[in-house]
């Protein structure tokens, strides 16, 4: 796990470049999302988050749903780092502990492996202290016209 001050250091994506994203783009206000890339990794993506309101489940509590979708997106972020977009077609999270609306998370996710057309990526959400609030593990699918042959 990288530490807090190691992830904000890294080079932070223009956000404008999102701006259709159902996470990360101009039409939603439930969450503040900052995507960071670490140039000299390109099996890695990281983000900092923050759940707004509107992203609550349980008053005060984040919505597992808006914790899966900031997943999926960083961590299909990867597929895209390494030119090969490709589409979820598994998502697994296991919530730990209850994420507050309001505060500040970070995200970090990382390619595990890839078997022709499948890519496995494994993720984690933590607060500034590393205290771990929820594990991930995704398959992305590459679309067969995207695959060399």
């Known amino acids: 796990m990288k530490t807090i001050n190691q992830i904000e250091s890294m080079t932070p994506f ?3 470049l999102f701006t ?3 996470v990360s783009g101009a039409q939603q206000n439930n969450i503040e999302i900052q995507y ?3 140039f000299k990794d390109d099996q890695s993506f990281y983000a900092r988050v923050r759940f707004l309101e509107g992203a609550q489940g349980r008053p005060g509590i984040v919505h597992g749903g808006a ?9 299909g972020a990867i597929t895209l780092n390494n030119n090969q977009p490709a589409y979820t077609a598994s998502l697994k999270i296991d919530y730990i502990s209850p994420l507050t609306v309001e505060a500040i998370f970070y ?12 890519i496995f990526i494994t993720g984690q959400i933590f607060d500034e202290n590393q205290k771990l609030f929820a594990k991930s593990e995704g398959l992305y699918i590459t679309p067969k016209n995207e695959v060399e042959s």
């Open 14 to 16: 223009d956000m404008h």
């Open 20 to 22: 259709e994203s159902f």
């Open 36 to 38: 960071f890339k670490d």
């Open 67 to 75: 914790i899966a979708a900031v997943f999926d997106e960083c961590m």
């Open 107 to 118: 995200i970090e996710s990382h390619l595990l492996k890839t078997e022709k057309r499948k």
